[in-house]
């Protein structure tokens, strides 16, 4: 079982909130490095440019590979994430209109990890996170802004327990906006918070 619930803030850091994602999926391995996910995801973004005053939801099945390689103590993560993103319809900056809007996202996402403890994946080790993920959007309504957006991650990730940890940081998200010709810079912190569930055998 996947689960992960993801807070982010606007610029300057801590003042707004821009984005709570709630995500959750069933995950089978393929083998030990190499894992198959599928689930959904409830997003919701606050007040924006185009909805001042209220949030707008998403809906968002998904489904990914996922791969790990080791190089010593470091860690790699690699995985390949398809969205179906069915967006809430916005009116006006006070109000949603009826129905959705509705496109595919791919994205790429690498991420390295490098130990800051002898204690490596137990819990109470701290590391040094690096993460960077490319977003693409595809489908019939999409015109402009096949690329969507770069995320790139510094920060923390220490280890709560078993199969858990938290990871706070710096997050910047460079974005390309509908129409296309115009891009947004965001700056802001992340605190991630992930819980993997192996119900697999022991034996």
């Avoid at 001042?52 to 190089?71: D, G």
């Avoid at 994205?107 to 800051?116: A, D």
């Avoid at 996170?129 to 969507?148: A, P």
Wanted: proline share 3%; charged share 20%.
């Amino acid at each position: 079982m996947w689960v992960d619930l993801n807070l982010r803030t606007m610029d300057h850091l801590v003042d707004n909130l821009s984005v709570s994602i709630v995500r959750v999926g069933l995950t089978y391995y393929i083998n030990t490095d190499t894992k198959l996910t599928a689930g959904y995801a409830w997003v919701n973004f606050f007040p924006g440019d185009n909805h001042k005053n209220i949030s707008q939801p998403e809906h968002r099945p998904w489904q990914q590979i996922q791969w790990h390689t080791k190089y010593g103590n470091n860690r790699m993560m690699q995985w390949i994430r398809l969205d179906e993103r069915f967006r809430h319809k916005i009116l006006n900056d006070d109000a949603l209109a009826p129905g959705y809007n509705f496109n595919f996202k791919l994205r790429y996402n690498i991420w390295y990890e490098v130990p800051l403890s002898k204690k490596l994946a137990k819990p109470g080790s701290l590391s040094f996170i690096l993460n960077d993920e490319v977003h693409i959007n595809f489908g019939k309504q999409v015109v402009n802004n096949y690329f969507d957006q770069n995320r790139f991650f510094a920060g923390l990730k220490l280890q709560t327990g078993a199969s858990t940890n938290v990871q706070f940081g710096y997050l910047n998200v460079f974005s390309q906006l509908a129409a296309g010709n115009q891009y947004k810079n965001m700056n802001g912190i992340r605190l991630f918070y992930f819980q993997n569930i192996d119900l697999r055998s022991k034996e």
